[in-house]
T-cell receptor, first 112, second 116 residues
Framework: GENVEQHPSTLSVQEGDSAVIKCTYSDSASNYFPWYKQELGKRPQLIIDIRSNVGEKKDQRIAVTLNKTAKHFSLHITETQPEDSAVYFCAARTNNFNKFYFGSGTKLNVKP | DAGVTQSPTHLIKTRGQQVTLRCSPKSGHDTVSWYQQALGQGPQFIFQYYEEEERQRGNFPDRFSGHQFPNYSSELNVNALLLGDSALYLC???????????????FGPGTRLLVL
């Protein structure tokens, strides 16, 4: 089955700096890659996603890049703010039935 | 427009007991997936229900079973609870028009289960 690895497990940045979180996947058939933000005690919230036919997608301060050949995708957050502090999860969908595999999460701490 | 709801929010059980968790999907959604999220880990896919049938299953034992009702709501049942079943159980809903899954899924707030 699919295996999604996520790095780093923790990331601490100064407010205003950029943050990058990386994920790799093993199944070349995976075709959809969402990123979720989960604040303490709350549900995962979809923040951005990318499909396998696209290399990059941007939404304001958040961007995601996908390298299908290398089987990795990354989340980029620019101009970080304290409210960006949360746990971020990447995921990969392996088939067309919405079976998702998640990474182990990255705890982002943005210091004011 | 109601989002995904789950009940109960918290639950405490003892080993060997059985538990039932409930999920109501977002309005207009017909597919429900269940995930187990252990502390400090990412969600792990348990199974998915569509048209009242289990359509996909993750690597979970038969102690985990489910059901989907005609109104698209769903239940997750866990029998013979183990200490290791303690986790946050999340459901996520999505749409499957004409049998084709739409990728975007929305999570409920989860049920936190503690097994003593």
């Amino acid at each position: 089955g699919e295996n999604v690895e996520q790095h780093p497990s923790t990331l601490s940045v100064q407010e205003g700096d950029s943050a990058v979180i990386k994920c790799t996947y093993s199944d070349s058939a995976s075709n959809y890659f969402p990123w979720y933000k989960q604040e303490l005690g709350k549900r995962p919230q979809l923040i951005i996603d990318i499909r396998s036919n696209v290399g990059e997608k941007k939404d304001q301060r958040i961007a995601v890049t996908l390298n299908k050949t290398a089987k990795h995708f990354s989340l980029h957050i620019t101009e970080t703010q304290p409210e960006d502090s949360a746990v971020y999860f990447c995921a990969a969908r392996t088939n067309n039935f919405n079976k998702f595999y998640f990474g182990s999460g990255t705890k982002l701490n943005v210091k004011p | 427009d109601a989002g995904v709801t789950q009940s109960p929010t918290h639950l405490i059980k003892t080993r060997g007991q059985q538990v039932t968790l409930r999920c109501s999907p977002k309005s207009g959604h017909d597919t429900v997936s269940w995930y187990q999220q252990a502390l400090g880990q990412g969600p792990q896919f348990i199974f998915q229900y569509y048209e009242e049938e289990e359509r996909q299953r993750g690597n979970f034992p038969d102690r985990f079973s489910g059901h989907q009702f005609p109104n698209y709501s769903s239940e997750l049942n866990v029998n013979a609870l183990l200490l290791g079943d303690s986790a946050l159980y999340l459901c996520a809903s999505s749409q499957t028009p004409f049998g084709v899954s739409q990728e975007t899924q929305y999570f409920g707030p989860g049920t936190r289960l503690l097994v003593l």
